[in-house]
C-alpha cells in the first residue's frame, strides 16, 4: 500500500474513530445552579446562532475535503491551517455569548471544542503535519448534523 493511499486510509479512520468516540465521550455538564449565575458577554438570537454555524460548517466542509485528498500538498497544509482557524475564530465567538437557551449542547461543550480546534490546528504545524485532530473538528459537524452538514438548508 502506497503512503498516500495509507494516510489517506488513516485520515478517513481517524474521522470514523472521533465520530466513533463523541458519542461515549464524558460531557461535561453545567449544574442548574451554576448555569443561573453564568454571564457571558451578550446574548444570541437562534437566527445569528445558526448563520455563525453555517459559516463554521462552510470551512469544516472545506476542511474535510483538503483531508480526504489522497495526499496533502504543502499548499493544502496551509490552507487546512487557515480552515482550522477560521473555525477556532468564531468557536472562540460563540463562546462569549449566551447561547444556553438556544444551543444548550453548543453551550457545554463549547470549551472542549475551542480545545481540540486549538491542538488540531498545533498538530497540523508541526513537521511532520499530524491531521488527526484536525479530522475530528470536520467530523465533529457530522456527529450532531449529519452527513450533509455543509448543506445550507
Known sequence: ???????RLF???AVAASLAACGFRN????????????KPESSITNAQLRDRMRIMAAHASRLEKI????TVSAA??????????????????LS????RTVHPVLWKNIDRFREDVANAKLDAEKDPPNFFLAGTIAGS???????????VH
Open 76 to 93: 493544502d497544509r496551509k490552507e487546512v491551517i487557515v480552515e482550522i482557524g477560521a473555525i477556532d475564530e468564531i468557536a472562540r465567538g
Open 96 to 99: 462569549q455569548e449566551d447561547a
Open 27 to 38: 460531557v461535561e455538564r453545567v449544574p442548574p445552579q451554576e448555569a443561573d449565575t453564568l
Open 11 to 13: 485520515a478517513l479512520a
Open 141 to 151: 459537524c457530522s456527529y450532531c448534523h449529519g452527513p450533509d452538514f455543509g448543506k
Open 1 to 7: 500500500m502506497s503512503g498516500a493511499r495509507l494516510a
Open 67 to 70: 483531508l480526504r485528498q489522497p
